[in-house]
């Protein structure tokens, strides 16, 4: 029987996984890449509401940036399993960066119509889509199994420490340079993790061939995931908070202007308090889920996050929307790298890019549709009735969560006796 001592998180471990050279230049070149991702991620939606002063266009372009995960998942998953992953992450991360040369080549000529803006962004979605699945799967090669969990949960800090700097970089970039300036950066930022993952040595992988057709297999990961408790329930949740909680950040450049009056550095305030709340819960996840695991972990989280976005609603000021925006960082970190260690740790290889796609394509199936609708409820009536009504909606599935609690147990079924943090329970 393991002992309490082992159970607990040794010294370091925080920072376990970077201790492998191949991580490490992973997490290194992702982090700076990720930064000129959000100064272009907080540019689009501001440029866009400037130019038409639409919400429901900064909704359609949330939906166009997000949609195409859903309709590639099954082809991005058969990817992830049936190629080199190495070779798919650099040439993803190529064209993602052409991608970023052509917004800035637009604004350079004075083109300036939302719809060429919302195509741009509809084809980086498209590449994004055949890269993130593949993403997640090679986090797997990096490390050897124990530190898995360490490297999720750092993988999605690195992630939110650029959502940290980059949205304050960005309003700033915004507010003195302008927006060909943003597009540019993120550009040449994508050179940070081409040379990062070509200079990666993994094991040459055994890749996966089962002679079926794409949909097939897609299907199979789809009947896998159904028997699997553990993994519908975190898939089942993760859409809830893509639908009802991420819109909220596509509309934060609307609540910037439109409702706080604070321009370009506003939008910039509230999503560097964004990623500022997600870096802070970075540890709070190392050390809790060893003490609460992940089905408590989940639940408290939850609970968090939904009140953090009823008082986003609720703001009339920025300092509150920050503060709101600080908190919804935390509880948005500590849920979703729960719920995706959780995936990583359930799933067996030969199915694991197939099972993530479907994971991720049911996230970016949440997003789009609940941007889409979001924009436009924000339209009709107004951003802080449509967030805050979202975080009520929020508030009652967490009420759900706590008065049945057995609905999340086999995420820690599942997860425990692959950390042999205790001994496995029957």
Same mark, same amino acid.
């Given at each position: 029987?393991?002992?309490?001592?082992?159970?607990?998180?040794?010294?370091?471990?925080?920072?376990?996984?970077?201790?492998?050279?191949?991580?490490?230049?992973?997490?290194?070149?992702?982090?700076?890449?990720?930064? $000129?991702?959000?100064?272009?991620?907080?540019?689009?939606?501001?440029?866009?509401?400037?130019?038409?002063?639409?919400?429901?266009?900064?909704?359609?372009?949330?939906?166009?940036?997000?949609?195409?995960?859903?309709?590639?998942?099954?082809?991005?998953?058969?990817?992830?399993?049936?190629?080199?992953?190495? *070779?798919?992450?650099?040439?993803?991360?190529?064209?993602?960066?052409?991608?970023?040369?052509?917004?800035? &080549?637009?604004?350079?000529?004075?083109? *300036?119509?939302?719809?060429?803006?919302?195509?741009?962004?509809?084809?980086? $979605?498209?590449?994004?889509?055949?890269?993130?699945?593949?993403?997640?799967?090679?986090?797997?090669?990096?490390?050897?199994?124990?530190?898995?969990?360490?490297?999720?949960?750092?993988?999605?800090?690195?992630?939110?420490?650029?959502?940290?700097?980059?949205?304050?970089?960005?309003?700033?970039?915004?507010?003195?340079?302008?927006?060909?300036?943003?597009?540019?950066?993120?550009?040449?930022?994508?050179?940070?993790?081409?040379?990062?993952?070509?200079?990666?040595?993994?094991?040459?992988?055994?890749?996966?061939?089962?002679?079926?057709?794409?949909?097939?297999?897609?299907?199979?990961?789809?009947?896998?995931? *159904? *028997?699997?408790?553990?993994?519908?329930?975190?898939?089942?949740?993760?859409?809830?908070? &893509?639908?009802?909680?991420?819109?909220?950040?596509?509309?934060?450049?609307?609540? %910037?202007?439109?409702?706080?009056?604070?321009?370009?550095?506003?939008?910039?305030?509230?999503?560097?308090?964004?990623?500022?709340? &997600?870096?802070?819960?970075?540890?709070?996840?190392?050390?809790?889920?060893?003490?609460?695991?992940?089905?408590?972990?989940?639940?408290?989280?939850?609970?968090?996050?939904?009140?953090?976005?009823?008082?986003?609603?609720?703001?009339?000021?920025?300092?509150? $929307?920050?503060?709101?925006?600080?908190?919804?960082?935390?509880?948005?970190?500590?849920?979703?790298?729960?719920?995706?260690?959780?995936?990583?740790?359930?799933?067996?290889?030969?199915?694991?890019?197939?099972?993530?796609?479907?994971?991720?394509?049911?996230?970016?199936?949440?997003?789009?549709?609940?941007?889409?609708?979001?924009?436009?409820?924000?339209?009709?009536?107004?951003?802080?009735?449509?967030?805050?009504?979202?975080?009520?909606?929020?508030? %009652?599935?967490?009420?759900?969560?706590?008065?049945?609690?057995?609905?999340?147990?086999?995420?820690?079924?599942?997860?425990?006796?692959?950390?042999?943090?205790?001994?496995?329970?029957?």
């Amino acid at each position: 029987m393991a002992s309490v001592a082992a159970s607990r998180p040794s010294r370091g471990a925080a920072i376990a996984a970077l201790r492998h050279r191949n991580f490490a230049l992973f997490w290194t070149g992702a982090l700076v890449s990720n930064i $000129g991702t959000w100064i272009q991620t907080i540019t689009v939606p501001y440029v866009i509401y400037k130019t038409t002063d639409s919400a429901a266009w900064v909704g359609l372009a949330g939906f166009c940036q997000f949609i195409p995960g859903v309709l590639m998942g099954p082809w991005s998953g058969a990817i992830a399993d049936r190629f080199n992953r190495r *070779r798919v992450l650099i040439t993803t991360q190529t064209a993602l960066a052409f991608c970023a040369l052509g917004l800035w &080549a637009m604004w350079e000529a004075g083109v *300036r119509s939302p719809g060429a803006l919302v195509a741009v962004v509809f084809a980086t $979605g498209v590449i994004n889509a055949l890269n993130i699945p593949t993403w997640q799967a090679f986090v797997t090669e990096l490390v050897p199994k124990e530190d898995l969990l360490n490297a999720v949960t750092l993988n999605s800090a690195q992630f939110n420490a650029a959502r940290a700097i980059g949205p304050a970089l960005g309003g700033l970039i915004l507010a003195t340079l302008g927006p060909s300036w943003s597009f540019l950066l993120n550009a040449i930022s994508y050179i940070a993790v081409i040379v990062a993952v070509w200079l990666v040595r993994v094991p040459i992988r055994a890749t996966m061939r089962t002679g079926q057709h794409v949909l097939k297999d897609f299907v199979d990961a789809c009947r896998y995931v *159904r *028997r699997h408790r553990g993994i519908s329930t975190c898939i089942l949740l993760v859409f809830a908070v &893509a639908f009802f909680a991420n819109p909220m950040l596509q509309l934060s450049a609307v609540f %910037a202007d439109g409702v706080f009056g604070a321009g370009a550095a506003g939008l910039g305030v509230l999503t560097a308090s964004f990623g500022l709340g &997600a870096v802070v819960g970075t540890p709070l996840v190392s050390h809790f889920s060893h003490r609460l695991g992940s089905a408590r972990l989940v639940s408290v989280a939850f609970s968090w996050l939904a009140v953090s976005v009823v008082a986003f609603g609720c703001s009339t000021e920025l300092w509150q $929307g920050a503060l709101a925006m600080f908190s919804t960082g935390i509880a948005y970190l500590a849920l979703i790298a729960t719920l995706n260690t959780t995936v990583q740790l359930s799933v067996v290889e030969d199915m694991r890019g197939r099972v993530l796609a479907v994971y991720f394509m049911t996230f970016t199936a949440g997003y789009p549709l609940g941007s889409l609708l979001q924009g436009w409820l924000a339209q009709v009536f107004s951003p802080r009735i449509t967030v805050a009504t979202a975080g009520l909606i929020l508030v %009652a599935i967490s009420g759900g969560l706590w008065a049945r609690p057995e609905v999340l147990h086999d995420m820690d079924r599942h997860r425990l006796p692959e950390l042999a943090l205790e001994p496995a329970m029957p």
